[in-house]
């Protein structure tokens, strides 16, 4: 009979339980060879948790080859290596039996091939996965007790450093953190503080300009006043930032408070009264935001409004930069709203009745679709390979936390990095995936756009504020501005358009640009 070995091994396993591969693979080899069956094919997975097989790719190929006739029979040292999770467990003996291949656990001497045995592998997958999630929820009841002792229990925060899970001072930090709240408690608001740090050339723990989220994070959290917050957020596992709970842990810690419980009780208080939201004065929309794109740094605008000498809103979109980062990083670079809106309805109202200039633009169309999606496409590859090595990774941290009654801080840390490393990854993988779904391999023909357009330019003006917004956004990709020293310098200079105007609505035109003149 011929034979498929699969060995899996964490790596908290391997260091602490002794779980080798290559232990795994000699007493399997042993016990094989002595029965004179063939061992064709080991398969490894080294340093991977059992919780998923969607993340082992040596237990993926094990099972495509399971299809091809390979080998007769798939043989592990104890069913747990093949998976702690019962659902996924039976999955794999369901695709085994239906490939004609056997399963052998030689720990606990289960044949799946008999009925018996499939009743063992059900009952044993079963502990394995209560095993887990055992394994689980005793961890969250020590980070929990930990917390309620006043513990920390680990990851990245200004004003601290975090050795073997103590929180020490970092008194260069902490000079910052009091300034900050110096800062707020004597009447500046988020954005007037983080403009005023990235100004004086100061950076955030991960080396970032600061933005009013940062600034709101540090006003808003206990721990500086020697406080243990913790379970803010209920099933952490599965729901991540989801899911508030109201019951958190609030404690006092064991660490030392960097500012004076008199200045948190104050910045707590402004706070509050702060948060109430103000009665909307203002009915005005822009239906260009984020459309718009600063002259100076690319970013997109997003309105403003100013009242006039006689009480009169006037409307404006600014750089989204400067609003949430100060001046430190772009300057306002105000765009008039009436005037910018205006020539972009009439200059796509114009392009509809020039059908030399609308063929200009569908020669545009068709050069970008023959030229743009096979960057993209290979940009995609790229981060979707690197995004499986930070998971593979994570998943490896998660394993020593979850498998370790106390562990490492590095540990902790070095998880809370590549899940930032992780979430910037994936936001440029939607970039990525919005800009790749929109190219195609098709061309564009005249009719088409102008049908898109003609239907555009006919409702524009005629909607409600909501649905203008809605299908500007719907054709437009950016329109970019020029520069100048003042708004009525700040004309719209070109329009950049796309089209979902196929056949059969899978794909979606990238146009050239329309130019002012």
């Known amino acids: 009979m011929r034979v498929a070995l699969y060995i899996r091994v964490s790596t908290e396993e391997q260091a602490k339980e002794g779980y080798s591969i290559d232990a795994q693979i000699n007493v399997l080899k042993s016990h094989f060879e002595n029965k004179g069956y063939e061992i064709v094919n080991v398969y490894k997975d080294d340093g991977y948790s059992g919780k998923n097989i969607e993340d082992r790719p040596n237990l993926k190929m094990l099972l495509a080859d399971s299809g091809n006739g390979l080998f007769d029979m798939v043989a592990v040292w104890r069913i747990n290596r093949m998976s702690r999770k019962q659902l996924d467990f039976l999955q794999i003996i369901d695709t085994l039996e239906k490939n004609s291949v056997a399963f052998f656990s030689l720990s606990e001497n289960i044949d799946a091939s008999t009925p018996v045995g499939k009743l063992m592998l ?143 009780e104050k910045a707590k208080s402004m706070n509050e009264m702060k948060s109430h939201k103000p009665i909307k004065t203002f009915h005005g929309h822009f239906p260009l935001t984020t459309l718009l794109r ?125 899940e930032d490393e992780k979430k910037k990854l994936i936001e440029i993988k939607k970039d990525t995936e919005y800009e790749l779904n929109r190219p195609t391999i098709q061309e564009v023909s005249f009719e088409q756009v102008h049908q898109v357009l003609s239907g555009f330019s006919t409702v524009i003006t005629k909607v409600e504020p909501v649905k203008q917004k809605d299908l500007l956004h719907s054709i437009i990709n950016k329109i970019t501005v020029n520069v100048g020293n003042n708004p009525d310098e700040r004309s719209v200079k070109d329009i950049e358009l796309f089209f979902d105007a196929s056949i059969n609505d899978d794909f979606v035109f990238t146009c050239g640009t329309v130019h002012r003149d």
């Open 122 to 264: 059900q009952i044993l997958g079963s502990f394995a996965e209560l095993e887990r999630n055992q394994i689980i929820e005793n961890v969250k009841m020590g980070m929990n007790e930990r917390a309620e002792q006043g513990k920390w229990n680990g990851g990245i925060v200004l004003g601290y450093k975090s050795v073997n899970k103590q929180l020490i001072i970092d008194e260069k930090e902490a000079t910052l953190v009091r300034y900050i709240f110096d800062l707020y408690i004597n009447g500046k608001g988020y954005k007037a503080i983080a403009n005023q740090l990235n100004k004086e050339g100061y950076k955030t723990k991960k080396n970032a300009f600061f933005a009013i989220p940062t600034i709101r994070t540090i006003i808003i959290n206990p721990l500086y006043a020697g406080f243990i917050r913790f379970n803010q957020v209920q099933n952490w596992n599965e729901k991540r930032r989801a899911g508030k709970n109201e019951n958190y842990t609030l404690v006092q810690g064991e660490h030392k408070p960097i500012i004076d419980l008199a200045v948190w």
């Open 294 to 418: 600063c002259p100076m740094c690319g970013q997109g605008m997003i309105g403003h409004r100013t009242k006039n000498s006689t009480g009169e809103y006037l409307r404006y979109y600014q750089c989204s930069a400067l609003r949430s980062k100060g001046s430190a990083v772009c300057k306002t670079n105000l765009v008039r709203a009436d005037e910018a809106e205006a020539f972009v309805f009439k200059r796509i109202e114009q392009i509809t009745s020039n059908p030399d200039l609308l063929e200009k633009i569908v020669g545009n169309v068709n050069g970008k679709v023959r030229t743009l999606k096979q960057p993209l496409q290979d940009q995609l590859e790229y981060i979707q390979e690197q995004l499986l090595n930070i998971e593979r990774h994570i998943k490896r941290l998660i394993d020593v936390i979850v498998t370790t009654d106390n562990p490492p801080s590095s540990v902790v840390e070095k998880l809370g990095t590549f």
